[in-house]
């Protein structure tokens, strides 16, 4: 078993929800997304999903897509990326890091070698929002053979078929999108979306998290009661967006952080 | 341009780019060998990918299933 198993396992074990916070990398800069992915997992996140900047990240709202634009402007690469993993990991931050992003950079990169960048520089898993199942085993197949975890989503509009697909190829957990919608977005029905995620979770014998529309304590809370996780994103980057520096963001981050992961426990 | 012809450029541009077009900009894809025959050898064609072809997923799996 891998990390970011054994963080859904162990959450389990406490009788609470894991606590996924999502993080874009180079937002403000990628020495300051170091200190934030040390300073979430201080705070309580089980994993951080680290996003990889893109220019038309097509499933998310408008403060991811923001977060996006100011790391591309300051010229974050996929290298960059891989720099801070290795950095974070050199703190002595064992938090699993799962990458969040889009499949052009990483078939422009080279599936297989970026795999093997991932794991050396010490990544858990990956998650690639626009890559279908039918077509993601020139990627899945060298990311599980090399130790990665691989992250499938599900949306409430999936068949059943596609779900049972996704649940075969997920190797940590499964990804529950809440809504028909982008991240950040508003009036996701929570609470029948973590019910979801409980019934699926029956259904194919692996882990559910929940994400998209998840901002608050209150709504950690709500889903917590059903699913194995929660994940919270856009809520955090606005945080680092509209703090006044990055000390000041670092800070705000673990305060967040701090809140949400208080939440978790199933009452 | 016809249903085959944005398919095909569809599935190009998602094999040797990664990306999903719309349908709609799968069209302008199809069109570009042609344009650019027109226009001729170093004349710089910008293309606008005006929409996301991963909405489109199912009709693309359906057509390819009845054509493909």
Known sequence: ?267 | VDDAQALAAFQQLARTEGILPALESSHAIAHLPVLARELGQGAPVLVNLSGRGDKDLDTVQQWLREHG
């Open chain 1, 1 to 267: 078993m891998g990390r970011i198993s054994d963080a859904f396992a162990r959450a389990r074990g406490e009788n609470r929800a894991a606590l996924v916070i999502y993080l874009c990398a180079g937002d403000p800069d990628l020495d300051t997304t170091v200190r934030l992915v040390e300073a979430a997992a201080q705070a309580g996140a089980d994993v951080v999903e680290l996003g990889m900047p893109f220019s038309d990240p097509t499933a998310d709202g408008p403060a991811i897509q923001r977060a996006s634009e100011r790391a591309l402007a300051r010229g974050t690469t996929l290298e960059g990326l891989l720099g801070a993993v290795r950095a974070v990991r050199a703190r002595g931050v064992e938090v699993p890091l799962l990458l969040f992003g889009y499949y052009n950079p990483i078939l422009r990169r080279g599936e297989e070698r970026l795999v093997a960048e991932l794991v050396a520089a010490g990544a858990d898993g990956l998650l690639v929002v626009d890559l279908p199942p039918e077509e993601c085993a020139s990627l899945r197949g060298p990311a599980v053979r090399a130790g990665l975890d691989y992250v499938p989503l599900v949306a409430p509009t999936s068949t059943d078929a596609r779900k049972r697909l996704a649940a075969d190829q997920a190797t940590a957990f499964v990804y529950h999108v809440s809504l028909t919608g982008v991240t950040g977005a508003a009036g996701a029905d929570l609470d029948a979306a973590a019910r979801r995620a409980a019934d699926l979770q029956r259904a194919l014998g692996k882990p559910v998290a929940v994400g998209f529309g998840i901002k608050t304590p209150e709504d950690v809370h709500l889903v917590a009661q059903h699913a194995d996780g929660v994940v919270v994103g856009s809520a955090v980057v606005r945080a680092i967006e509209e703090a006044a520096t990055a000390d000041a963001a670092v800070d705000d981050v673990r305060r967040l952080v701090a809140r949400l992961a208080a939440r978790t426990a199933r009452s």
